[in-house]
Antibody, heavy 119, light 106 residues
Framework: EVQLVESGGGLVKPGGSLRLSCAAS????????MNWVRQAPGKGLEWVSS????????YYADSVKGRFTISRDNAKNSLYLQMNSLRAEDTAVYYC????????????WGQGTTVTVSS | EIVLTQSPATLSLSPGERATLSCRAS??????LAWYQQKPGQAPRLLIY???NRATGIPARFSGSGSGTDFTLTISSLEPEDFAVYYC????????FGQGTKVEIK
């Protein structure tokens, strides 16, 4: 079964850091680009970051550029999001999502992990 | 940044009716547009990619059309399980989502 499982969410104070992980199974992880997408409480979806299969290409939304770092370990079938200088507006459910082979759409999603930034 | 504007914000329809959802881009995205469905407490599900291609396992009642700046998602006859929030997303320049259209039961 193709599956993505996020972990690492929690409560953190403003200015703090958190590292999210996404464990992939059931497919050849190293062949796919991956994404982080977040959803603030009661709000819509916001793309956060993408990374190509070999980590050659990395992209960020302007809202997180310079604060978040995406990375992957293909040997461990894992995707990561290092989040620094967290703000209240970063509070959201964070999803990892797989791109289709040519990047047409995000066809596999995890269940999400919740990040709450509050003092 | 390319802004996607979805309309209407809410669509109130009855089962069996036809739903027409719109997504307009602030600049051309060619055909690089996808549609997703999200139900409460669930992750999004890919419905349509590259404007008009149904994803694997998506019923034929879902169809997409458009190119450039104007796109439409049509659900030909609403089933009870189709009442949800729908998002468009572009990949022409970075990635952005629209704000969503809620399809609710009338």
């Amino acid at each position: 079964e193709v599956q993505l499982v996020e972990s690492g969410g929690g409560l953190v104070k403003p200015g703090g850091s958190l590292r999210l992980s996404c464990a992939a199974s059931g497919f050849t992880f190293s062949s796919y680009s991956m994404n982080w997408v977040r959803q603030a409480p009661g709000k819509g979806l916001e793309w956060v970051s993408s990374i190509s299969s070999s980590s050659s290409y990395i992209y960020y939304a302007d809202s997180v550029k310079g604060r978040f770092t995406i990375s992957r370990d293909n040997a461990k079938n894992s995707l990561y999001l290092q989040m620094n200088s967290l703000r209240a507006e970063d509070t959201a459910v964070y999803y990892c999502a797989r791109d289709q082979r040519r990047g047409e759409g995000m066809d596999v999603w995890g269940q999400g992990t919740t990040v709450t930034v509050s003092s | 940044e390319i802004v996607l504007t979805q309309s209407p914000a809410t669509l109130s329809l009855s089962p069996g009716e036809r739903a027409t959802l719109s997504c307009r881009a602030s600049q051309s995205v060619s055909s690089y547009l996808a549609w997703y469905q999200q139900k409460p407490g669930q992750a999004p599900r890919l419905l349509i990619y590259d404007a008009s291609n149904r994803a694997t396992g998506i019923p034929a009642r879902f169809s997409g059309s458009g190119s450039g700046t104007d796109f439409t998602l049509t659900i030909s006859s609403l089933e009870p399980e189709d009442f949800a929030v729908y998002y468009c997303q572009q990949r022409s320049n970075g990635k952005t989502f629209g704000q969503g259209t809620k399809v609710e039961i009338k």
